[in-house]
T-cell receptor
Framework: GENVEQHPSTLSVQEGDSAVIKCTYS??????FPWYKQELGKGPQLIID?????GEKKDQRIAVTLNKTAKHFSLHITETQPEDSAVYFC??????????????FGKGTLLTVNP | DSGVTQTPKHLITATGQRVTLRCSPR?????VYWYQQSLDQGLQFLIH???????AKGNILERFSAQQFPDLHSELNLSSLELGDSALYFC????????????FGSGTRLTVV
């Protein structure tokens, strides 16, 4: 099955700096890659996603890049703010039989933005 | 509010007991996924239902079972509970069974004592 590796497990940055989180996946058939943000006491929230037919996608201060050949994708957050502090999860959509897919998640990155 | 409702938010129970966690998906979503989140294992996929039918199983123990009802709400039943079952249990829903992002509920925190 699909395996998703995420690095780093913790990341501390100063407010205003950029943060980069990287993920690799194992199943070359995976073609959908969402990123989730989880704040304390809440469920994961989808913040951005990318499909395998594009290499980069941006949404204000957040961007995701995908390298299908190398099977890795990254989340970039620019001009970080204290409210960006949370756990971030990457995921890859893996085929689970029939016409069904399921998301396999990385272990998460705890991002701390220091004022 | 994500639109996915999970109850109860917190549950404390003793070893050996049985509990039921409930999930109401977002309006219009036919797929329901259950995930277990623990500090050491991260988000682990348990089971997927689509329009009432089981579609995929992940790392779900035999002591655990689930179902999706005609009104599309889902229940996760955990029996013969062990200390190691203490975790956050999330339900997520999506429009279909294909490549779409999930909308997660706020979870049920289960503590087994």
């Amino acid at each position: 099955g699909e395996n998703v590796e995420q690095h780093p497990s913790t990341l501390s940055v100063q407010e205003g700096d950029s943060a980069v989180i990287k993920c690799t996946y194992s199943d070359s058939a995976s073609n959908y890659f969402p990123w989730y943000k989880q704040e304390l006491g809440k469920g994961p929230q989808l913040i951005i996603d990318i499909r395998s037919n594009v290499g980069e996608k941006k949404d204000q201060r957040i961007a995701v890049t995908l390298n299908k050949t190398a099977k890795h994708f990254s989340l970039h957050i620019t001009e970080t703010q204290p409210e960006d502090s949370a756990v971030y999860f990457c995921a890859a959509s893996a085929y689970s039989g029939g016409s069904n897919y399921k998301l396999t998640f990385g272990k998460g990155t705890l991002l701390t933005v220091n004022p | 509010d994500s639109g996915v409702t999970q109850t109860p938010k917190h549950l404390i129970t003793a070893t050996g007991q049985r509990v039921t966690l409930r999930c109401s998906p977002r309006s219009g979503d036919l797929s329901v996924y259950w995930y277990q989140q623990s500090l050491d294992q991260g988000l682990q996929f348990l089971i997927h239902y689509y329009n009432g039918e089981e579609r995929a199983k992940g790392n779900i123990l035999e002591r655990f079972s689930a179902q999706q009802f005609p009104d599309l709400h889902s229940e996760l039943n955990l029996s013969s509970l062990e200390l190691g079952d203490s975790a956050l249990y999330f339900c997520a829903s999506s429009v279909a069974a294909a490549n779409y992002g999930y909308t997660f509920g706020s979870g049920t925190r289960l503590t087994v004592v």
